[in-house]
């Protein structure tokens, strides 16, 4: 009779214990941001002096650490010049990267992320419509149909993202990129960015992403950009698209810690 209370009571101390390593798992285990910064030139940080700095990812992990609440960030799965077809292949083909000597694969990364931010589309855009180089409206006979195709090729980079990822996904949407270099060409291009961004919104918000909506503060931030022929961000650009990324996901994750 007394092995059996003694068992009883070991039972029952084992199964507090159990409980209250459950309970202090649960609370503890989301506390951590997993963060991964995926996409083109801008999620790489390439200055308007063809150099590597500190991207909109960048900015966004340092606040997360000031916060004490990032547990990972790696931006190296992004790459200047990158089209959706890029980031595409990298997915289906489950590329592999070293981080602090570690190896890491996309779909692992994107299996552990909390947060997965896309700078993706401009490139493809760009390089269809030739942009910025001898480019004329009026050598196409539909130009939106082009915007269309780009617009396709993220719709299955997204698919594919989502499948690997059921967390947080923020999609930059796009501005323009010649407001301080040439206002003839600027204003030429502002439509079909404006077009763009719709579509791409649309997609975003099919995948239960949450789209990123930069194109107004470019406009109205003539620092935001270089006054040449350059389409990458300067530094004040970088944060200020990490600050529409905090913005949005300031109160989502760190309200309680």
Request: overall charge neutral; aromatic content about 14%.
């Amino acid at each position: 009779m007394k092995n059996l209370k003694r068992r009883y009571k070991v039972l029952i101390g084992f199964l507090i214990t159990s409980v209250i390593l459950l309970f202090i798992f649960l609370i503890t285990r989301d506390k951590k941001i997993y963060y991964l910064s995926l996409g083109d030139s801008l999620a790489a940080g390439q200055t308007p002096y063809n150099t590597i700095s500190n991207s909109y990812g960048d900015y966004v992990a340092e606040y997360f650490k000031d916060k004490e609440v990032l547990e990972f960030y790696t931006k190296k799965f992004a790459k200047s010049g990158y089209r959706s077809i890029d980031l595409l292949n990298d997915i289906k083909s489950n590329k592999e990267i070293k981080v602090d000597g570690k190896k890491i694969t996309i779909k692992n990364a994107l299996i552990k992320a909390d947060l997965v931010t896309v700078s993706i589309g401009a490139n493809d855009l760009f390089y269809k419509l030739n942009i910025g180089n001898e480019f004329d409206m009026n050598e196409f006979d539909d130009v939106y149909s082009y915007v269309d195709e780009t617009i396709l090729d993220v719709d299955k980079l997204l698919y594919e993202l989502r499948k690997c990822c059921k967390e947080q996904i923020m999609v930059f949407g796009f501005y323009n990129p010649f407001t301080n270099f040439s206002s003839s060409l600027a204003n030429m291009v502002e439509p079909i960015i404006v077009y763009a961004n719709g579509k791409m919104e649309n997609i975003v918000k099919k995948y239960d992403m949450t789209y990123v909506d930069i194109h107004d503060m470019f406009l109205a931030n003539d620092n935001y950009l270089p006054d040449t022929l350059e389409i990458h961000p300067t530094k004040d650009g970088y944060k200020a698209m990490s600050k529409a990324i905090i913005k949005l996901i300031d109160e989502k994750y760190l309200q309680n810690n």
